[in-house]
């Protein structure tokens, strides 16, 4: 087969004079830790917003879904008993590693959205800047959410909020980057463990975050990330009876048939916001809770 | 021992307190008003099978009516009110509940089949608790966390089951209205009458017309209300599979859902546990209102070493539980609440055996007529059986053992529901550390079934979603 006219960035770098061939990336999945391809051996074409061939990704299958929900279960029990400033540690280490890939998430923006780089700048520096978000309340939610409670009898009573298990996250396609990072980092600050599914359209950023969160003392299987078709992927997720709650920020037209798959199991299920979401926000515990279960602890005082 | 126990004389509660009326009707708007859908049911005493009450069925057209009514209270005057006069008509109904306990808790225990005992000194006391400790809310719902402008949602649509009628009643509307929303609550098919007079209590305390609806029927009307387009909440107390119907009815719409249902609760004893008092919580855990509780300890995870000493005390006190007239003060069990749900108690107790786990119940004499069944323990349970993972809702109790705290935790949080929980042991560190791992909503430690308004309750997995009571509650009624 004659080799292809070099497309997309690859083609940018051919342009701008390099002598050599661009070494491409084979995007993966990222499940468990480890980047496997689809186990399906499917993949599908990637462009830009403006049409280019950016790059192929990998199509996750039902299995490959059903992998990484066991993945991220045998995670959660080992994340969710981390301390919380432990978890707010490796949530800033991801602030740290994407902000050296700042260039590199800036140009996968570009490609992805269309926008000009200073706004594609701004909105990596966005996405990092909500880690260090999440980092600081990874410690804090507990003590904002729980609390003692004055019952009317001789008991030492005490609610706390504990996460809920896994998550499955369903990343808003209209934000490839912040986006998926507003949607998955809230869920694993509190000790949640996540099978994400990345934006469809533009998955790339996604697959360069599972690079960084690869390398960032995050304990493999606490986030897994699938690219492929929603379509195909999600209604296996809304229904995996070991998936314990469900985020359809970006399930748009797929949401009220999820949320009904979900109700077999009696998932939680954050709806998407029928106005859209300003990812910009300041999001507070907006994405915490709909996540976290309430326990409350009755023991009787006396001598 | 037990010919050593004299017998008890008769000490029944005087049912002349009650006056029933021959047949009741929906309130709507503030009147009670006949129902369009032309049925009734006939509510019926479970301790003597003698009817009690005909009480209308709501219809669709019921439920239409109720639904705008709710709305155009809500829109006119219940949302815009100053919270400190909202919280005024809940101290109203609260004192009005306790003026009228007395007569209150007959009803009850003539609805229900619970022992007098436990609707005097727990149903109506907690229930009256719930209007106090949320009328205090009313106004102070700025500083309840959930952000400094909290606004009510709307019409709220409740289903409440059989087992604590008022209590649960209590649950749902009093943080409703609390927080601004109006209501239209299903009582239970089988116990819809105090739900019937805390209409009159609306009425009583001058609540304005609309703000409280009730619409008798069984799970149609039910159906009807929660998949109302009308309705912005849906608050659902009740078995699992209902809730997953519910949940899959709203699904896609606007509408809030929280959702209260079964439960699989287990009992861990250690062997360092205080033994008379861990047998006081066990009993008390699944026998207390006939095992028709849903936060039940229905399963007892004994630590091996110290079963043998703590079963036959356990029996021994089982022995001496007085099963009868539910209307006779010393009663501690009494009648199960429908001859349907004492076939599903049967059905299930029959697999325990069939499955090879051996039955035991104390010699009591049943009454002749009612529904009834014994307080049973099943020892020789394992995992597998049905009795050790499906809700039986019945006096019934699984008995299986562990060795290691480890095993006790893996043992107890080895089933779908997660409401629910139990820990007996006399060291903190242990406590705190069984309590940490157990994946249910509520764990009580050296205590069981203990309730109250100011503490949230609430499942994890498939015994629900959403909080009710405390702080955390009124986060269900709030946008």
């Given at each position: 087969m004659a080799e292809a006219e070099p497309r997309g960035r690859a083609?940018?770098?051919?342009?701008?004079?390099?002598?050599?061939?661009?070494?491409?990336?084979?995007?993966?999945?990222?499940?468990?830790?480890?980047?496997?391809?689809?186990?399906?051996?499917?993949?599908?074409?990637?462009?830009?917003?403006?049409?280019?061939?950016?790059?192929?990704?990998?199509?996750?299958?039902?299995?490959?879904?059903?992998?990484?929900?066991?993945?991220?279960?045998?995670?959660?029990?080992?994340?969710?008993?981390?301390?919380?400033?432990?978890?707010?540690?490796?949530?800033?280490?991801?602030?740290?590693?994407?902000?050296?890939?700042?260039?590199?998430?800036?140009?996968?923006?570009?490609?992805?959205?269309?926008?000009?780089?200073?706004?594609?700048?701004?909105?990596?520096?966005?996405?990092?800047?909500?880690?260090?978000?999440?980092?600081g309340w990874a410690d804090k939610f507990s003590q904002v959410i729980g609390g003692s409670n004055a019952v009317s009898g001789p008991y030492l009573n005490l609610s706390s909020p504990e996460p809920t298990g896994v998550v499955a996250v369903i990343a808003p396609p209209q934000a490839p980057l912040f986006g998926l990072v507003s949607v998955v980092a809230p869920v694993i600050a509190t000790g949640n463990t996540a099978v994400v599914v990345a934006s469809e359209r533009a998955p790339l950023p996604a697959v360069t975050l599972a690079e960084v969160l690869a390398t960032s003392d995050l304990p493999g299987g606490v986030a897994n990330i699938l690219t492929g078709r929603l379509s195909e992927i999600a209604p296996h997720l809304a229904t995996h009876a070991d998936v314990n709650a469900l985020d359809l920020a970006g399930a748009g037209d797929l949401a009220a048939g999820l949320e009904k798959d979900a109700a077999a199991t009696l998932k939680r299920v954050l709806r998407p916001d029928p106005a859209g979401t300003d990812w910009t926000a300041d999001p507070g515990l907006t994405r915490i809770t709909p996540f976290l279960e309430l326990k409350t602890v009755w023991h009787p005082v006396g001598v | 021992m037990s010919d050593e126990i004299f017998e008890y004389a008769p000490a029944p509660e005087s049912r002349s307190v009650v006056s029933l009326r021959p047949s009741y009707q929906p309130y709507i708007g503030g009147e009670l008003v006949p129902a369009t859908s032309g049925e009734s049911l006939t509510s019926v005493n479970p301790a003597d099978e003698e009817p009690l009450a005909e009480v209308a069925v709501s219809g669709e057209e019921d439920v239409d009516r109720a639904v705008a009514a709710a709305r155009r209270a809500f829109d006119t005057t219940?949302?815009?009110?100053?919270?400190?006069?909202?919280?005024?008509?809940?101290?109203?109904?609260?004192?009005?509940?306790?003026?009228?306990?007395?007569?209150?808790?007959?009803?009850?225990?003539?609805?229900?089949?619970?022992?007098?005992?436990?609707?005097?000194?727990?149903?109506?006391?907690?229930?009256?608790?719930?209007?106090?400790?949320?009328?205090?809310?009313?106004?102070?719902?700025?500083?309840?966390?959930?952000?400094?402008?909290?606004?009510?949602?709307?019409?709220?649509?409740?289903?409440?089951?059989?087992?604590?009628?008022?209590?649960?009643?209590?649950?749902?509307?009093?943080?409703?209205?609390?927080?601004?929303?109006?209501?239209?609550l299903k009582p239970a098919e089988t116990t819809p009458l105090t739900a019937m007079v805390f209409a009159e209590i609306c009425q009583e305390a001058e609540l304005p017309p609309g703000v409280v609806n009730i619409v008798p029927g069984a799970g149609p009307t039910g159906h009807t209300l929660v998949s109302h387009a009308g309705v912005d909440k849906v608050a659902f107390t009740g078995s699992t599979e209902v809730g997953r119907q519910i949940a899959a009815t709203v699904a896609g719409t606007h509408k809030r859902l929280t959702l209260e249902l079964g439960g699989k609760g287990a009992n861990i004893v250690y062997d360092d546990a205080a033994i008379d008092q861990a047998v006081e919580g066990v009993v008390?855990?699944?026998?207390?209102?006939?095992?028709?509780?849903?936060?039940?300890?229905?399963?007892?995870?004994?630590?091996?070493?110290?079963?043998?000493?703590?079963?036959?005390?356990?029996?021994?006190?089982?022995?001496?539980?007085?099963?009868?007239?539910?209307?006779?003060?010393?009663?501690?069990?009494?009648?199960?609440?429908?001859?349907?749900?004492?076939?599903?108690?049967?059905?299930?107790?029959?697999?325990?055996?069939?499955?090879?786990?051996?039955?035991?119940?104390?010699?009591?004499?049943?009454?002749?007529?009612?529904?009834?069944?014994?307080?049973?323990?099943?020892?020789?349970?394992?995992?597998?059986?049905?009795?050790?993972?499906?809700?039986?809702?019945?006096?019934?109790?699984?008995?299986?053992?562990?060795?290691?705290?480890?095993?006790?935790?893996?043992?107890?949080?080895?089933?779908?529901?997660?409401?629910?929980?139990?820990?007996?042991?006399e060291k903190g560190a242990r406590m705190l550390w069984t309590a940490e791992r157990l994946r249910a909503g509520v764990v009580w430690s050296n205590t069981f079934n203990k309730l109250d308004p100011a503490s949230p309750f609430g499942g994890y997995k498939e015994s629900g979603y959403g909080r009710e009571g405390g702080r955390h509650g009124l986060e269900a009624y709030l946008g």
């Open positions: 083609k940018e770098a051919r342009d701008a004079g390099a002598a050599r061939l661009a070494v491409r990336r084979t995007a993966k999945l990222y499940v468990g830790g480890a980047f496997p391809r689809s186990e399906s051996g499917r993949s599908y074409p990637v462009t830009s917003a403006k049409g280019q061939h950016l790059a192929n990704a990998a199509a996750a299958s039902r299995k490959d879904a059903r992998d990484a929900v066991v993945a991220a279960r045998a995670a959660f029990g080992g994340w969710s008993g981390r301390t919380g400033y432990n978890r707010g540690q490796i949530l800033y280490r991801i602030a740290e590693m994407m902000e050296g890939r700042h260039a590199q998430f800036v140009a996968e923006v570009v490609d992805a959205d269309g926008v000009a780089r200073n706004k594609a700048a701004a909105l990596v520096s966005a996405a990092i800047d909500r880690w260090v978000y999440y980092a | 219940w949302s815009a009110m100053p919270g400190a006069e909202r919280g005024k008509y809940l101290f109203r109904i609260a004192r009005i509940l306790q003026e009228r306990a007395r007569e209150l808790a007959v009803l009850e225990t003539l609805d229900n089949g619970k022992p007098i005992r436990e609707t005097r000194d727990l149903d109506l006391p907690l229930a009256a608790a719930h209007f106090f400790y949320h009328a205090g809310w009313a106004d102070k719902l700025p500083h309840a966390g959930l952000g400094p402008d909290p606004r009510p949602i709307g019409v709220a649509a409740q289903v409440i089951p059989w087992n604590f009628p008022l209590l649960m009643l209590a649950w749902k509307v009093a943080p409703a209205l609390a927080t601004g929303n109006t209501v239209v008390a855990g699944v026998f207390r209102n006939q095992g028709h509780v849903c936060c039940a300890g229905s399963r007892l995870l004994v630590q091996e070493s110290v079963a043998e000493e703590f079963l036959p005390r356990l029996r021994e006190r089982i022995e001496r539980l007085r099963l009868g007239d539910p209307l006779d003060k010393n009663t501690d069990v009494g009648a199960i609440n429908s001859a349907a749900q004492l076939g599903r108690i049967r059905d299930l107790a029959a697999t325990g055996t069939a499955e090879g786990a051996e039955a035991w119940s104390p010699a009591c004499e049943l009454p002749e007529r009612g529904h009834w069944f014994p307080p049973t323990v099943f020892t020789g349970v394992s995992q597998a059986h049905r009795i050790a993972r499906e809700e039986i809702f019945g006096p019934v109790l699984s008995v299986l053992t562990f060795r290691t705290p480890d095993e006790a935790v893996a043992k107890a949080n080895n089933t779908p529901y997660g409401l629910s929980a139990g820990v007996w042991t």
